[in-house]
């Protein structure tokens, strides 16, 4: 079956810090990727896609077919990256998506 | 402004009610979506059309329907509403190729 797993529920990590979110999925055709933001009290907004291959506000991704994985990455934590972040597979040949469960990002002064 | 909007944005409302969730979007998109989403919990993919008159159930079952007669129009209604519909509902619109854009959410709960 088709799924998303981002297995952190939270993760804290001190300003200055590299973070990685960690997504994996499961999907037997050609997936289309995308890491999905929501700050507080604001909408869920689009950070990036895979076919993109661009750095949005310092963080990058990788999809890696090998082992199914599109982990989101950022050198230097900012505390203004707080937020809940979700990984999203779109299925190709589609306009469905399906979503992880989402982390929370915290980032400690 | 090419936004999408829902409304309303918060709604408490009795067990039994007929309740109407609005999503517009003037971005003149033609695919459009309904995600609900618990708290602490992932996006499920309700509802979704492809353009006017189509319309589709997501991976989810729900017991709400949605209509397209307009482009810009989606509109979710629950006939009759029971706690077990108190959650968050998320409209999403896209263009073909691109990411999907959402709106603001209706937080519903009913009592």
């Known amino acids: 079956a088709q799924r998303v797993t981002q297995p952190e529920k939270l993760l804290s990590v001190f300003k200055g810090a590299p973070v990685e979110l960690k997504c994996n999925y499961s999907?037997?055709?050609?997936?289309?990727l995308f890491w999905y933001v929501q700050y507080s009290r604001q909408r869920l907004q689009l950070l990036l896609r895979h076919i993109s291959r661009e750095s949005i506000k310092g963080f990058t991704a990788d999809l890696n077919k090998g082992e199914t994985s599109f982990h989101l990455k950022k050198p230097f934590a900012q505390e203004e990256d707080s937020a809940m972040y979700y990984c999203a597979l779109r299925f190709s040949g589609t306009y469905k998506y399906i979503f992880g469960t989402g982390t929370r990002l915290k980032v400690l002064a | 402004e090419a936004d999408i909007y829902q409304t309303p944005r918060y709604l408490v409302i009795g067990t039994g009610k007929k309740i109407t969730l609005e999503c517009s979007q003037t971005?003149?998109?033609?695919?459009m979506y309904w995600y609900q989403q618990d708290p602490g919990m992932e996006l499920h993919l309700i509802h979704y059309s492809y353009g006017v008159n189509s319309t589709e159930k997501g991976d989810l079952s729900s017991e709400s329907t949605v209509s397209r007669i307009r482009t810009e129009h989606f509109p979710l209604t629950l006939e009759s509403a029971r706690p077990s519909h108190t959650s968050q509902y998320l409209c999403?619109?896209?263009?073909?190729?691109?990411?999907?854009?959402f709106g603001q959410g209706t937080r519903l709960t009913v009592v």
């Open positions: 999907y037997s055709g050609s997936p289309e």
């Open positions: 971005m003149g998109h033609d695919k």
């Open positions: 999403a619109s896209s263009l073909e190729g691109a990411s999907a854009f």
